[in-house]
């Protein structure tokens, strides 16, 4: 006998209600299998719980009426659309209802239909009704059952909440409904097998799997939706943790201790002309544990702009160069690795340590040298751009890895960094100078041990933040052109580099000869992403020797350009950038003993939520959150540079607690089961490689 086919695995396709060219609109949605459609939640509800009497409804307000049709029919209204209209009554008054476009619904509603109609009220020759969801409730007058939306069957009765999915071309979303509809219950049974403990539901007050499901699909009332959209969230998380934790248990696998007297580091530290604030002590002291042990370091180093993040990761290059191995540092870009190399050269050149540059930019002859002091160990410090990680690149002894700006670079460079190493795994500290909340932070990078940086040196000047509207743009300008005759430098940045049809905002490019012309007394320069190295490399040494003094960009600047001397900054279309972009930007001023300001032009006179925010909080760990509070997560990581999809149920503003206890549990059972072998961690195995059996993440860590 054959065994029933599997409803959560089988093809969309062969689902009720769907057949192969429907099932093909279904895979655009990323819905390919029985299992897909019932995960495939709606992401709002209309609710047409309340039934309201037609003769109290009022312009303006949303509604649900119950009543008869007593006429219908479709009429034109203008350059050929088509205007379906129908009059229903109830016991107190009647309305018109009107579906714009729509003019097939004539033959699917007909006269004496007893109707559901939801929609909001507007005023057209009287009150009218444009519905957005609506149920046949019985037919001719006749009464007995019901029909759901366009056709039968949907399963909603009077006074109902309809759920609102994710559609595409050629398939609404009242279609996903009904298919939906039409296989719940199956769909459901199936996903009987939960594969979370019932004892941790009840521990967290969540429903279990199916009944959670079943209630996103098909809910009673508004109350059940937040309780079953938790449980998905927490599953969600928990098992992202559990991927990060085994992944963070690979890391640890044979690694370095360093134990070497600290002679550098320690002459390092008395070199300084000034002394590390607390923050940065702390951090230090989490980093130097680490590097004590015999697993391999695997640390995140957060902080905001210029907390002093690379005085603490130099501690822990040299740390290992002390104990006789190579340390390296990799930047996102040539400007950024070059300004690290100058630090370098300025801060432990006394100390005698014989230090490489490799990027892009280093060609010819000179590459073949810095790639053999590598191979060969002379070179104990190598400074270098993503060029480090080329399968060509040998190191004789690799000790410790940092990774700047960790945003800049994915999960899979970040892998091969360290897999290319030979047998001892090296140390790794990864640095961001993009503030994130913790609870993004535990997401994206939930393998890494975190430090955080939150505290500024002493004497570090606030930025005087201002956001304007386009009526103070001249006088935004005067005020710069006042501060470059002060002899200051400034920046003028701009979203786009050149000028584009499809988007309203200045660019540099059209805009540098305009402000050339108006500062025609001071060297003007243009700096932006499609220039070559040599080229962008000559703008920003000018502007870092001060033989110019306005640079024209976009945000190319937005790392790697410290000039004290920059004391202004314009942003022009502040709307088109994020707040941590906005953050990172306002950083390359106030890095000296000038006071200095930043003022972002808005598209009107008032200022947006998100604008307002960044006038006002300086903190980039407290602008991270108003950012994360504003706009929800949204694509604050994209899945390059954690190793799994954005979040689809969780949200990090209304669920921490649930992913602090996830990333609890997820850790202790990785550390008492690493492979997930014992029986009552299968199910939990079986539900992370469905999960992400596809993906990059899952495979490297076996």
Known sequence: MTPA???????????????????????QLGVRTGRDLLFHLPYRYEDATTVNAIADIAVG???????????????????????????????????????????????????????????????????????????????????????????????????????????????????????????LKRLLDEAGNDPLPSSWLESLTLPPLPEALGTLHQPRSLADIAPAQRRLAYEELFFLQLLHARARLRAR?????????????????????FRLTGAQRRAW????????????????????????????????????????????????????????????????????????????????????????????????????????????????????????????????????????????TPDVLVMSATPIPRSLALVAYGDLDLSVIDELPPGRRRVTTAVRGPISRDAAFDFLG??????????????????????????????????????KDFSVRLLHGRMSSAEKDDAMRSFQAG??????????????????????????????????????????????????YCIAFGASAKPSERLRAFAEISNGFELAEADLRIRGQGDLFGKEQHGAALLRFADLCRDRDLLEDGRKRARAIVAADPELSRPEHRKLRGELELRYARREALSKIG
């Open 61 to 183: 307000s949303d509604v649900t009426v119950i009543g008869r049709v007593m006429a219908k029919g479709v009429l034109p209204v203008r350059s050929g659309l088509r205007v379906f209209r129908a009059v229903i009554r109830d016991e107190t008054g009647r309305i018109e209802c009107a579906w714009f476009g729509r003019p097939w619904l004539d033959r699917s509603i007909h006269s004496g239909d007893l109707l559901l109609v939801n929609g909001t009220v507007s005023f057209f020759h009287g009150l009218q009704l444009r519905p957005r969801e609506y149920t046949v409730l019985a037919r001719g007058g006749k009464g007995g059952g019901h029909a759901g939306g366009e056709r039968a069957g949907s399963g909603f009765p009077a006074g109902t909440i309809f759920p609102v999915y994710h559609a595409t071309q050629g398939l609404a979303h009242r279609e996903v409904r009904v298919v939906v509809q039409r296989n």
């Open 5 to 27: 086919r599997s409803l959560l695995q089988a093809p969309i396709q062969f689902l009720k209600g769907v057949g192969p060219r429907r099932a093909e609109r279904f895979a």
């Open 547 to 596: 033989d110019t003094q306005l640079l024209v960009c976009t945000t190319v600047i937005e790392v790697g350009i410290d000039v004290p001397n920059a004391t202004v900054m314009l942003i022009e279309d502040a709307e088109r950038f994020g707040l941590a972009q906005l953050h990172q930007l306002r950083g390359r001023v106030g890095r000296g003993a000038e006071r200095s």
């Open 285 to 424: 002291e989490e980093i130097e544990a680490d590097m004590g042990r015999r697993t391999p370091m695997n640390r995140l180093l957060q902080g905001d702009v210029g907390c002093g993040k690379t005085v603490v990761a130099l501690l822990a290059l040299l740390k290992a160069v002390e104990a006789g191995y190579q340390a390296a540092i990799m930047a996102p870009t040539e400007l950024l690795a070059d300004q690290h190399l100058r630090t370098f050269e300025k801060l432990i050149g006394p100390l005698g340590v014989d230090f490489v540059l490799l990027a892009g930019a280093v060609t010819g002859k000179a590459r073949q040298r810095a790639m053999e002091s590598i191979a060969s160990g002379s070179a104990k410090l190598a400074v270098g751009t993503h060029a480090l990680i080329q399968e060509s690149v040998d190191f004789a002894s690799l000790g410790c890895v940092v990774i700047d700006e960790q945003h800049r670079f994915g999960v899979e460079q970040r892998l091969r960094l360290r897999e290319n190493t030979g047998a001892s």
């Open 482 to 519: 006042e501060k470059l005759a002060e002899g200051q430098q400034a920046y003028v940045v701009y979203p786009l580099i050149e000028e584009s049809e499809a988007l309203e905002a200045r660019a540099a490019t059209a805009m540098f000869e305009d402000l050339e012309a108006r500062y």
């Open 253 to 273: 696998s044979a690694g370095i201790s360093f134990r070497a007297a600290p002679r550098l580091t320690n002459g390092f530290l008395e070199s300084l002309p």
